[in-house]
């Protein structure tokens, strides 16, 4: 049974506990982000205490540099079996039922012709056609069923592992929403004079590949969609509930979109009246969007077209109260309700600009 290092030397960065220590840690972590994500939006001050402790842990418990959460490894790793995914067992799938589709065709050219022959069987040969035929029927017929039999089983493997990828990447996007929970507390406590250690750089190359995950998982439900609906024989889908994690996927990704929008550059925390302040807001998946690519068209009354370098997309900026910000964080997305506000702010509105060198879709305000 393996023992516990006895010093707190041995689970430093070289110290031989440090595995075993790190591995604890960053599981008991990982168990607090899990209650913290899964915690009801209308527990507003439990949230923000809950966050506040992992912060506090995971900067106090250990050594400094010894538990650096860098949670690429996962997202990578579900990317490359995303892409294993669709290069074999997604064409293997279209493969056959591509194959299946091409003898369907010569069981029903067979068929065909067994039917022209009816009424012909007194002729001369005809009856050794029709028993010819009969039998690749027959044989074509047994095939054809030992083919569906086989596309249906492909079938269930392939969705029994986009299933098990959907929860994993439930699991991944809960933990990324996490660290972003934390780095915003970082930045209320920064106020105080409290360090700021976490990296919305880090968290916004966890947010972008985390996007293109389940953006590749989408476009493969989509493509098994297409299978399904240009299929010539009806699946037994009772199980395979196709359309259902399709909408599962597209809220998952409509939430990160939203999660991603994040104030990079704080407002003080106390706003005086007549006082000039910066601020600056960031998509963190803008640049995996093109947001900055899109190019509008435009018809002039000459009737001519006219196509801009780039859409300019303004974000306007409102100051609110706590008791106003704690309604807007419990209010549903589906609620259009018009933004109640408790001040206004002159030079509010702000372009969203893409820097490429940074990957960085950012709109400041001054």
Same mark, same amino acid.
């Given at each position: 049974?393996?023992?516990?290092?006895?010093?707190?030397?041995?689970?430093?960065?070289?110290g031989?506990?440090?595995?075993?220590?790190?591995?604890? +840690?960053?599981?008991?972590?990982?168990?607090?982000?899990?209650?913290?994500?899964?915690?009801?939006?209308?527990?507003?001050?439990?949230?923000?205490?809950?966050?506040?402790?992992?912060?506090?842990?995971?900067?106090?418990?250990?050594?400094?540099?010894?538990?650096?959460?860098?949670?690429m490894?996962?997202?990578?790793?579900?990317?490359?079996?995303?892409?294993?995914?669709? /290069?074999?067992d997604?064409?293997?799938?279209?493969?056959? &039922?591509?194959?299946f589709?091409?003898?369907y065709?010569?069981?029903?050219?067979?068929?065909?012709?067994?039917?022209?022959?009816?009424?012909?069987?007194?002729? &001369?040969?005809?009856?050794?056609?029709?028993?010819?035929?009969?039998?690749?029927?027959? /044989?074509?017929?047994?095939?054809?069923?030992?083919?569906?039999?086989?596309?249906?089983?492909?079938?269930?493997?392939?969705?029994?592992?986009?299933?098990?990828?959907f929860?994993?990447?439930?699991?991944l996007?809960? +933990?990324?929403?996490?660290?972003?929970?934390?780095?915003?507390? /970082?930045?209320?406590?920064?106020?105080?004079?409290?360090?700021?250690?976490?990296?919305?750089?880090?968290?916004?190359?966890?947010?972008?590949?985390?996007?293109?995950?389940?953006?590749?998982?989408?476009?493969?439900?989509?493509?098994?969609?297409?299978?399904?609906?240009?299929?010539?024989?009806?699946?037994?889908?009772?199980?395979?509930?196709?359309?259902?994690?399709?909408?599962?996927?597209?809220?998952?990704?409509s939430?990160?979109?939203t999660?991603?929008?994040?104030?990079?550059?704080?407002?003080?925390?106390?706003?005086?009246? !007549?006082?000039?302040?910066?601020?600056?807001?960031?998509?963190?998946?803008?640049?995996?969007?093109?947001?900055?690519?899109?190019?509008?068209?435009?018809?002039?009354?000459n009737?001519?077209?006219?196509?801009?370098?780039?859409?300019?997309?303004?974000?306007?900026?409102?100051?609110?109260?706590?008791?106003?910000?704690? &309604?807007?964080?419990?209010?549903?997305?589906?609620?259009?309700?018009?933004?109640?506000? !408790?001040?206004?702010?002159?030079?509010?509105?702000?372009?969203?600009?893409?820097?490429?060198?940074s990957?960085?879709?950012?709109?400041?305000?001054?």
């Amino acid at each position: 049974m393996p023992t516990l290092p006895s010093r707190r030397s041995e689970v430093g960065p070289d110290g031989p506990g440090q595995e075993m220590a790190s591995a604890l +840690v960053s599981a008991l972590i990982r168990e607090l982000q899990r209650v913290h994500a899964a915690m009801d939006s209308a527990h507003f001050v439990a949230r923000n205490n809950l966050a506040e402790a992992i912060n506090d842990f995971s900067n106090g418990a250990t050594d400094p540099g010894f538990w650096d959460p860098d949670h690429m490894t996962d997202i990578l790793e579900m990317q490359n079996n995303l892409r294993q995914m669709k /290069e074999v067992d997604l064409r293997h799938l279209e493969e056959e &039922q591509e194959n299946f589709h091409i003898q369907y065709n010569k069981y029903e050219n067979i068929n065909r012709a067994l039917n022209s022959l009816q009424g012909r069987e007194g002729q &001369q040969g005809v009856e050794a056609k029709v028993l010819l035929l009969q039998n690749q029927n027959a /044989e074509m017929q047994q095939n054809l069923k030992m083919k569906f039999a086989a596309i249906e089983e492909t079938r269930k493997a392939y969705w029994q592992k986009q299933l098990t990828n959907f929860q994993r990447l439930q699991a991944l996007q809960e +933990v990324v929403e996490s660290e972003l929970v934390m780095y915003k507390r /970082e930045q209320q406590l920064a106020g105080n004079g409290t360090p700021i250690t976490r990296s919305l750089d880090k968290i916004q190359s966890w947010f972008e590949r985390l996007f293109e995950s389940i953006w590749e998982m989408r476009q493969q439900i989509t493509t098994f969609q297409r299978l399904r609906e240009s299929s010539k024989f009806q699946f037994n889908d009772q199980v395979i509930q196709v359309d259902s994690l399709a909408s599962e996927v597209t809220k998952l990704l409509s939430t990160l979109i939203t999660k991603a929008f994040v104030i990079e550059n704080q407002p003080p925390q106390v706003v005086k009246t !007549c006082t000039k302040f910066a601020a600056s807001v960031r998509l963190l998946v803008g640049g995996k969007l093109n947001i900055h690519m899109i190019s509008p068209q435009v018809n002039h009354p000459n009737h001519y077209t006219s196509s801009f370098p780039f859409l300019q997309i303004q974000v306007t900026a409102s100051i609110v109260s706590e008791a106003q910000a704690r &309604q807007l964080y419990q209010r549903d997305n589906s609620q259009t309700s018009r933004i109640h506000t !408790c001040g206004e702010i002159l030079n509010n509105k702000g372009t969203i600009e893409y820097h490429p060198s940074s990957r960085q879709l950012i709109a400041s305000f001054r």
